[in-house]
């Protein structure tokens, strides 16, 4: 088996990535298909410790909503920062020692970082029918895009189609989707087939004109205009001030599972899923 790939990618920290791929990993298990999520690195201080490994919680929720096991290859590298520049690097897991920024990306990430990852996605290619990939902050910071594993390597090297998501509510949205396109190697500009723009208030007809703008300046669609939604899903904690804890009992399972269907429902109510099919084939 050699599973088809979709990789969800932002235009910053927040945009949404974290929430499009649980939702579209509850979306696709729900159309059938054996479907796994993976970020080959993620930063956060909150993980879920399984049975001798522990991954970002992210991760492990995506899993929960592809209804499939968590693995540790699911977030193959994750860094819990302990301040002043330096984090604990778990590797597959499993903790791998603690290291300072600049070692991590001068001695890490191109070398066992990336080999590490690249496996892993391999995995998880094999025995999946699709695979969502989730990157990480944006691929277009210049200052960190020769030590960048999350994003374009990762979708260049399992040949995945890029949706590049926005965060609306915060403003400068179609400036950062040109800008972040701009600023990519011509060779990943053509991974990416399309924009989601998120969090939105409002009636979604008046943005109409300047998706046709968008669509003459790249030559790519809008796929989707996904609303401001509430939800009891907990964030990543790279922008949070005080994210939600968790404590992983079954109560809690069956409310977080209750929560995913809710994303799930209203993503899929505005996405062009038909156009995702498209890209997945």
Known sequence: MTAKTLMIQGTSSGAGKTTLVTALCRILSDEGYKVSPFKSQNMSSYSYVGKEFEISRAQAIQAIAARTE?????????????????SQVFVNGIFYRKMHAIDYYKKFTLSKGLEQSKNALDQL???NDIVILEGAG?????????????NMRMAEYCKSPVLLVTD??????FASIIGTLSLLDK??????????INKFRGDVTILHSSYSVMKEMTSRPVIGTIPLIEFAIPDEDSLHANPKK???????????DKEIDHLARLVKKN???KKIGEMLN
């Open 70 to 86: 968590v693995l540790p290859i699911m977030n193959p590298i994750l860094l819990k920062p302990l301040g002043n520049y330096i």
């Open 138 to 150: 944006s691929p277009a910071e210049i200052n960190l895009q020769k030590y960048d594993i999350a």
């Open 125 to 127: 290619l094999k025995t």
């Open 187 to 196: 060779k990943y500009q053509k991974l990416i087939k399309g924009f989601i």
């Open 168 to 173: 609306i509510d915060k403003g400068g949205s």
């Open 246 to 256: 968790v404590s992983w009992t079954k109560k809690y399972l069956v409310t977080l």
């Open 271 to 273: 996405l062009d899923m």
